[in-house]
């Protein structure tokens, strides 16, 4: 087990400031603000900050550390039955080997907005949407997440690193919006609106 030092307290309090920090930013843009400013409160609790402190390196997240180390991370199993943004959250019927269920849309908008404020958290100035696209494209291998909320996500960062760069896709600036204006037009909920089951008609 790791040591707990005041260091790692400070680095891991810096960490989730800077992490809600830019979640509300992103929250605010999609239009969800009352999300982005209760975002993640129960990384406070005593049960999910020390640990987390004490496996905190400032580079990747303290609970994966902390699962490769001592098998099991307390904090996150604290963390994701308390902050329904999570996909594990909605993971349902364990007996029968668990069904994922579809995320709600105000989640999954909170989803979208964790998932770049932690990229933004942890990479910085190096932080790019098409780094966070790749991530993604390598967590959705592994990750037991509703197929239609991974078909959203597929989308949405794709979207956003043609936004970032249009160049790539044989576009100019002035024929699709920068990143920050294609979130505030309600973008993630008009993904997630179009591709939800409701949509698709099961095949006879």
Not at 8 to 32: E, N, P, Q, S
């Amino acid at each position: 087990m790791q040591t707990l030092t005041f260091k790692k307290i400070m680095g891991h309090w810096r960490t989730i400031r800077t992490h809600r920090k830019w979640v509300r930013r992103y929250c605010f843009l999609a239009g969800i603000p009352w999300r982005g400013i209760t975002h993640d409160l129960s990384k406070y609790s005593p049960t999910e900050f020390f640990e987390s402190a004490r496996y905190w390196t400032g580079t990747s997240s303290p609970i994966n550390v902390a699962k490769e180390q001592q098998g099991i991370s307390y904090a996150w199993m604290h963390h994701k039955g308390r902050n329904s943004h999570h996909y594990e959250y909605w993971m349902d019927n364990f007996d029968k080997g668990g069904v994922a269920r579809l995320i709600p849309c105000k989640d999954f908008t909170e989803l979208v907005c964790d998932y770049l404020g932690a990229a933004r958290a942890y990479r910085g100035n190096k932080f790019t949407y098409a780094d966070e696209r790749i991530w993604w494209m390598n967590k959705r291998k592994v990750c037991a997440m509703n197929e239609y909320n991974k078909k959203m996500l597929d989308i949405i960062f794709s979207d956003l690193e043609k936004a970032e760069n249009p160049y790539l896709v044989g576009m100019d600036r002035c024929q699709i919006p920068t990143p920050k204006n294609l979130l505030k037009s309600k973008y993630i909920q008009e993904i997630y609106w179009a591709n939800h089951p409701s949509n698709y008609k099961e095949v006879q």
